[in-house]
């Protein structure tokens, strides 16, 4: 993971200068995008989709990347929509107030697979229950690791099924709309537009 490692450590929204998106543009603009790494096509389109990421190789760059977002928004001591034990248990010493109202300021959640092809993000009733995205808070930040990496949906879906045996997850759905002050074109009319924050920890 070398080039998670050589562009995003440290970096909390990954936002490039004019110029250097430009100098990455340039060297880029032949090179065919199925030849890049699972990992940077991700990267590509899930910044081309508005996402913001932090890369973290342990436990405790997780809690300072988490802490640093929290700052950022002034989310502390708001109330947070969070149905994964795991991640509430993980996150207990931020002075938040665990909720399983949608109303809340932003959701904490795992999520089922990354989708390398357009960058979105894969959710199931795992993570969201029988929820539509329209019905969850604004501001979502998702925790993942570098293994969830898939190329498309289609594979993300079958480890699912794999993993699930006879239970499989309903309500599996994509999110892949994460700038909410653009302004919408006919072919993102009706999809529900989210301020995403992906918390992604090394562990390949």
Known sequence: MSLFKRLLK???NLKKTPKQKGEQDDGRKYYPEENLAIDERFTNNFRKNGGKFLYCLNAQEINEAFDNILLENDWYEKQVFCINKMLSEKFDGYNLNFTKKTTATFFLTTCESLISKNGSILLSSNQIKEKKLDELPTNIVIFATTSQF??????????????????????????????TEKEKDFMSYGSSTKNLYLLLLEDL
Do not use: H, M, Y
């Open 150 to 179: 898939v190329e498309n949906i289609s594979e993300g879906l079958r480890i699912i099924k794999n993993r699930g045996g006879k239970f499989i997850p309903s309500n599996i759905t994509a999110i892949q709309d994460f700038e």
């Open 10 to 12: 440290g970096n909390l």
